[in-house]
């Protein structure tokens, strides 16, 4: 058995190197699909709805991710003439894969204890350094960047590279400042360490996440990961009103599938990240992981038969939609597909109700239910919390994407440098010091409060400011115009 | 013979040939040589605005003429509203001198006459094609050029000799560059040195009076420019996102900044001047559709207007509501997509949903009304093609308070938005001067504080009796530009509204002979009816020799229309005064020192269509 146990180990990093890329793959085209369709939500228009799997299978438009990877992958890999064809080709391979290994270190539930022998943290990479390895690899993203810029022999590729690799080095100095505030916080880089912590909870009540604790840091994170991932209003290296697509205007097939993958897996690591540190990682406010595993055996029930209610709701929807909708429209299997998915739903439904059924049982006759299934309905349940609350993040993405127009390439220096940075190193001063004092973490939101009071007389007395506050309206209607 | 005929000719003497009281406008035929001592004593006198210029062959014309080429001049006097045209026959030299050195706007019209008849401008300092390709062989409009003429046309313009013009302006040499970029070789890589002494350009002041000149591209450059740095030369367009339609601008980048600029045209060009002129007035109609195509039916209505003008027709009282009505409905959607692809332009897709979610619904009832959504053919000489149909007024109500929505959603979500206003507010600001130099007009004129709207200026189709304000702008930057066309959707609006309420009833032709189509019980049952209907399809309506300029308000500026006719059913020339083509002009001025996405911005910001640019 020794052998067995030995392996376990391997076989729980295997395990968790799939589960942590099969979470970030899957959620990367969720949030495609959610960017189309939120979008067209926003825009007034029905989005993607025409793909369907065997003519039938249209899944609300989520098909459309799957014909876009066909379409991507099966099309002609055009490589121009002149350019510098290993790093053209290097560079997608670089930018697909820093927010893959940049996920790696999100815990996406507590460790796992098994048994008193076996336990496995559940992010990719428990490093010593933790943070530390989100430093290195978003700074290599640069790279990519770059040589994509430069390497396809184009100029508005090369004011794309430049533009993005400007902004990406401006903006890794206040991240990188917000996120060390972040670990003065927590005392600690381990970012399972940090989840842990903010399940803490502030003046007895207030769960200790870090947006509670740093607003202020949570606005600089936030801010510069939108400038990391190249979104609106930060997306100028691909501005397509300006440089066509930036840097990966070359690139056409599954490479510029590559840089498009990136921007999305770039995206949701982004938001885990930003989950983990400010919005309480796995952590299930007032629920710690203790707590779960102890009443394993009053909660499961609950939580296993809400989500079967939650699935049960959803088939019954979709019945009334065929009802509504689909019924005799088009006189084909395609009339059905509500249906079957109802059907799905309703077997998960089930399921959920059988399995909170027969725990309630156990639980009500007063017998014990088997070690691993606590610890495991734990970890199912904060790998649900994160996911919802990433899900969340990524529509906020989306949300502020399609509502703000796009910042010029001198405007978004002058953000960083002259606002971002001074704010972030403020915020790292007085988080500093706020810590030292005896009541610890209890006391800082006060540092959002002195932030405001310094900016204010700042603005007011210091430096009365010369910014032009811009007019919102000079227009002259009529008669005044003669005058 | 009015008073300021009696001036000139007093002044002038026998240096003018003659002056005639037009139907529109006063005209005098000067000769050649005394023609920039009368534009600067008609300057003197107040018409300091060039509303057009343009060449006319008098090859086949039925009248005997001085000479065969004449350069036209239309200048307006902005503080009276007065207006003058100037004819300048042309030598056997075909030598004129040039106004370049008076008006900015000069620049470009005078390139067209040349490109066009070849007409050779004296003084102007960068005399080449514009409308038509660089290799092109001959001069189109010219009367002994074939219409259907065909030329095999390859190699693209470099440009390297207008850039080179420019960047020599600015202190910087080039014999280097002009050699790698006629090689084809890449400019980035190569410094462009400064000459040692070169004269640095201060900010684009321009005087007071609208006669500014300036030498040919002294644009603005940032203070403590480097003129040693290197230069990147990119062409943005003519087949780029962001030129709305196909514009060439070709720039030289030091960083993002944009130190040099120079536009291209004519991708678009397809000699409606030319080919408007083997059609019978009515056929010319479907030929206006094409050119501002965004607001056909406003292109119809200016044009049938000047020929009614030359007609001295007056058409009915419903007519002319029904024109107000769709015509100001065609300048909404108008402004709708220029506000909508210019946000789009700086990154804020969402609006143009809102916008043209609505406008949609505009072009449903254009369908209704007229059977097609874009190019609509809706106007006809003397009247419309056909009335409303049943509920038009009641679906226009329901539309314009959908638009007066989008608008109100697109408003909040920018007006006070402080990316926006950053990137809007105080960029590539044109001043009053500039506009007036370059002949802007329109709501880019207006921008810029210049309260001149032909609506009121001049009114025509019954606007005087409606009550709505011109809007206008205070700085002439590109926030400007999009307010003003904010409020004139309002504006628009309101006077849907007034005229809905009390539209007239009536017929919407006019009921005359040689205009109308007899109606078809005449034309079936009558043989004077049918030989009526026929002469008129096949001859046209016969206008009487002599020449006209009329303009209206189109959605983008003046849009003026000068017709020679020599009496028959066809225009003999039929220029078209394009408001595009002048903002357009300006474009590289307005963008030199501004940013690379600073440019873009504005270029959706004057509203450039490129079918009436081009024509």
């Known amino acids: 058995m020794t052998w067995l146990m030995e392996s376990a180990d391997y076989l729980a990093v295997v395990l968790r190197l799939v589960l942590s890329a099969a979470i970030l793959l899957t959620v990367m085209p969720l949030t495609i699909y959610l960017e189309r369709k939120g979008s067209a939500f926003i825009q007034g228009r029905p989005g993607p709805n025409r793909a369907a799997l065997f003519g039938v299978f249209r899944m609300g438009g989520l098909a459309h991710v799957l014909a876009d990877v066909i379409k991507l992958v099966s099309k002609e890999d055009i490589i121009p003439a002149g350019v510098n064809r290993f790093y053209f080709k290097l560079a997608p391979i670089i930018v697909a894969f820093i927010p893959l290994t940049t996920f790696m270190i999100v815990p996406i539930a507590d460790v796992i204890r098994l048994s008193d022998t076996f336990a496995t943290p559940m992010a990719t990479l428990q490093l010593d350094g933790g943070l530390l390895w989100f430093f290195a690899m978003t700074s290599l993203s640069v790279y990519g960047v770059v040589f994509a810029g430069w390497a396809s022999n184009s100029k508005f590729s090369l004011l794309g590279g430049i533009r993005s690799t400007a902004q990406l080095l401006s903006y890794e100095i206040p991240m990188a400042l917000a996120v060390v505030a972040m670990m003065l916080t927590y005392g600690t880089v381990q970012p399972n360490e940090m989840v842990r912590a903010q399940g803490e909870l502030l003046w007895g009540f207030l769960p200790q996440w870090g947006i509670f604790l740093q607003p202020l840091g949570f606005i600089l994170f936030i801010t510069c990961a939108f400038a990391e991932i190249n979104r609106v209003p930060f997306d100028l290296a691909e501005g397509e009103a300006e440089l066509v697509a930036g840097y990966h205007t070359e690139y056409s097939g599954m490479r510029f599938g590559l840089f498009f993958m990136a921007e999305y897996m770039a995206l949701v690591t982004s938001g885990a990240l930003t989950v983990t540190m400010f919005l309480g990682g796995w952590q299930l406010p007032w629920l710690p992981t203790e707590r779960l595993v102890a009443d394993a055996g009053t909660l499961m029930p609950w939580f296993i038969g809400g989500a079967g209610l939650l699935l049960g709701a959803a088939s019954g929807r979709l019945i009334r939609h065929y009802q509504e909708y689909t019924r005799g429209r088009w006189g084909d299997a395609r009339d059905f597909e509500p249906l079957v998915f109802s059907a799905l739903f309703a077997l998960g439904f089930i399921a959920h109700g059988a399995a909170a059924g027969w725990v309630w049982g156990v639980v009500k006759a007063g017998e014990a239910l088997p070690g691993w299934l606590p610890p495991l309905f734990a970890a199912g349940v904060q790998i649900s919390v994160f996911t919802a609350k990433l899900l969340f993040l990524c529509w906020c993405f989306v949300w502020v994407r399609w509502t703000l127009p796009r910042f010029r390439y001198d405007q978004v220096m002058d953000l960083g440098w002259k606002s971002l940075l001074p704010l972030s190193l403020f915020n790292l001063l007085l988080t500093g010091v706020l810590m030292l004092q005896p009541w610890g973490r209890e006391v800082l939101p006060v540092a959002p409060v002195v932030t405001l009071g310094l900016m204010w007389v700042w603005k007011r007395y210091l430096v009365p400011s010369q910014a032009r506050v811009p007019a919102t309206s000079r227009l002259v209607v009529g008669e005044e115009a003669s005058a | ?615």
């Open chain 2, 1 to 615: 013979m009015s008073d300021l005929l009696a001036r000139v000719s007093e002044h002038f003497g026998d240096r003018l040939i003659e002056t005639l009281q037009g139907v529109d406008m006063p005209s005098l035929r000067l000769r050649p040589e005394a023609l920039l001592d009368v534009v600067a004593w008609l300057v003197e006198d107040g018409f300091g605005f060039l509303t057009d210029l343009a060449g006319v062959d008098y090859l086949k014309f039925p009248k005997a003429q001085p000479s065969r080429f004449a350069v036209v001049y239309h200048l307006y006097d902005m503080a009276s509203g007065r207006r003058v045209r100037v004819t300048c026959p042309v030598g056997d030299d075909l030598k004129v001198p040039s106004l370049t050195g008076r008006w900015q706007g000069a620049d470009w019209l005078e390139r067209e006459a040349w490109d066009q008849y070849g007409i050779l401008f004296e003084g102007h300092p960068n005399l080449k094609r514009i409308l038509n390709h660089h290799e092109f062989v001959g001069h189109p409009l010219r009367k002994d050029y074939p219409i259907r003429a065909r030329q095999p046309l390859s190699e693209n313009d470099a440009l390297v000799d207008e850039m080179a013009l420019r960047l020599r302006a600015r202190g910087y040499v080039l014999p280097e560059v002009e050699r790698d970029l006629l090689a084809g070789i890449r400019g980035s890589d190569h410094g462009v040195e400064a000459a040692p002494g070169a004269p640095s350009h201060g900010s684009r002041g321009g005087s007071p009076v609208a006669v500014a000149a300036r030498p040919v591209g002294q644009g603005r450059l940032p203070e403590g420019a480097d003129l040693h740095a290197e230069l990147m030369f990119v062409n943005l367009g003519p087949s780029h996102p962001a030129s709305h339609g196909t514009l060439r601008t070709f720039v030289a980048l030091d960083g993002e900044t944009i130190v040099a600029a120079v536009a291209e045209i004519g991708y678009l060009h397809r000699g409606f001047e030319k080919s408007t002129e083997s059609q019978t007035y009515n056929a010319c109609v479907p030929y206006t559709d094409r050119l501002n195509y965004c607001s056909a039916m406003l292109n119809n209505f200016a044009f049938c207007k000047a020929v009614e003008k030359a007609l001295g027709l007056t058409i009915t009282p419903r007519t002319k509501a029904i024109r107000v009505i769709i015509g100001e409905l065609s300048r909404i959607i108008d402004h709708l997509v220029c506000i909508g692809t210019n946000l789009v332009d700086l990154g804020a897709l969402t609006n143009f949903w809102y916008f043209f979610n609505v406008r949609e619904k505009v072009y449903t009832i254009f369908d209704k009304l007229t059977g097609a959504r874009l190019t609509n053919s809706y106007g006809r000489v003397g009247g419309l093609a056909r009335d409303f149909y049943d509920g038009c007024g009641a679906d226009i109500l329901v539309v314009l308070t959908e638009i007066e929505a989008a608008v109100a959603e697109v408003e909040t979500l920018v007006k006070r938005n402080r990316i926006f206003l950053e990137r809007v507010q105080d960029i590539c600001v044109v001043p009053a001067a500039m506009a007036l130099s370059y002949g802007w007009t329109g709501p880019n004129l207006r921008a810029t504080g210049v309260d001149y709207d032909l609506r009121k200026a001049e009114p025509y189709d019954g606007y005087e009796t409606y009550d709505f304000e011109t809007v206008t702008g205070t700085v002439g930057d590109t926030y400007d530009r999009i307010f003003v066309r904010f409020g004139e959707i309002g504006q628009s609006a309101r006077i849907i509204r007034q005229a809905l309420s009390r539209l007239p009833e009536g017929p919407v032709m006019v009921e005359a002979k040689g205009v109308s189509l007899p109606s078809k019980d005449d034309t079936y049952n009558n043989i004077e009816g049918l030989m009526n209907h026929f002469k008129l399809v096949f001859e046209g309506v016969k206008v009487p020799a002599g020449e006209v300029y009329d303009a209206s308000e189109g959605a983008n500026g003046e849009l003026g229309f000068y017709i020679v006719s020599d009496g028959s059913g066809r225009p003999y020339r039929n220029r078209c005064r394009p408001p595009s083509f002048m903002s357009f002009a300006a474009f590289p001025d307005m963008i030199e020192g501004h940013m690379v996405a600073d440019a873009i911005a504005s270029l959706g910001s004057i509203n450039i269509i490129a079918g009436e640019l081009d024509r």
